[in-house]
């Protein structure tokens, strides 16, 4: 391992990552990141014209990077991406896992339809493109898969359908691989956001009031960025992190650690 007092405190110069659902939000800002800190990034996503904005960004890094239209639900596709990738660029020895949808509905209406179309992005993808990514990382004995889950795997997330389910699965979906493939050189961990502006979440934004009453239960009073949580996937992508495995990282300013604050607690 290099100098812990290296410039380049990242160090993932040489290194070939592949982001999912990198056509835009927390996929886009981290894509962006890992590329600016040296490494060789592969974007796959089903949004083509996410892709190509992506894609201008990650010309301002270089030229070693690529875009490939990929629907992560497929096994099929998924391999057809892993091959194209590994051709370009060499085997991927970083995965980031940020594909997801949200579609929102009662527990009581919701159609199967709706349930299985979550679980297929947001959980389904998310294991086969570990499975597919993960035999590269296998071949080096080396690797690092960061999932992007939620809050809202851990604190059920009313009317949202199948999304809170889907992102508990996840979280534990990581913590199985950190068990079955550690011995193999590969560590699996989940960055978990809190309340942060990305494409998906921007309609809830957009409504009048709703910024500045999110804003009021955060501690750290302000709502987060995709960076945010582009900085800590970085960290766990990268050999700072080299001896974290299976855990979770909450990137939320606070905001989970707030229950008893909204206690009324007289006299106090």
């Not at 979280?171 to 809190?194: D, T, Y």
């Not at 800590?232 to 909450?250: M, P, Q």
């Amino acid at each position: 391992m290099n100098d812990r007092h290296s410039s380049d405190w990242l160090d993932l110069s040489g290194r070939i990552a592949v982001v999912t659902g990198g056509g835009g939000g927390i996929g886009r800002a981290t894509a962006v990141s890992l590329a600016r800190a040296g490494a060789k990034v592969a974007v796959i996503d089903r949004d083509e014209r996410g892709l190509e904005g992506t894609r201008e960004k990650l010309r301002e890094c270089g030229d070693n990077h690529l875009i490939a239209g990929c629907d992560t639900t497929s096994a099929e596709s998924v391999a057809a991406a892993a091959g194209k990738i590994e051709s370009a660029l060499g085997p991927c020895g970083i995965l980031v896992n940020t594909a997801a949808v949200l579609r929102p509905g009662g527990l009581d209406t919701l159609s199967l339809a709706e349930w299985n179309a979550v679980l297929a992005v947001n959980l389904t993808g998310y294991f086969i493109c570990a499975q597919a990514f993960g035999r590269q990382m296998r071949r080096g004995d080396r690797g690092s898969i960061v999932h992007v889950a939620s809050i809202a795997g851990s604190n059920a997330q009313g009317q949202s359908g199948a999304y809170s389910v889907s992102k508990a699965g996840v979280i534990m979906l990581s913590q199985q691989i950190a068990a079955e493939w550690g011995p193999h050189g590969i560590r699996s961990n989940v960055v978990s956001p809190g309340l942060v502006v990305t494409p998906m979440s921007q309609a809830f934004y957009d409504t009048p009031g709703v910024t500045e009453r999110r804003t009021a239960v955060v501690p750290m009073r302000r709502i987060g960025a995709p960076q945010d949580m582009a900085d800590a996937i970085l960290f766990l992508a990268s050999d700072r992190s080299s001896y974290v495995n299976g855990e979770e990282i909450i990137v939320d300013g606070g905001y989970v650690r707030t229950l008893m604050s909204h206690v009324p607690r007289p006299g106090f």
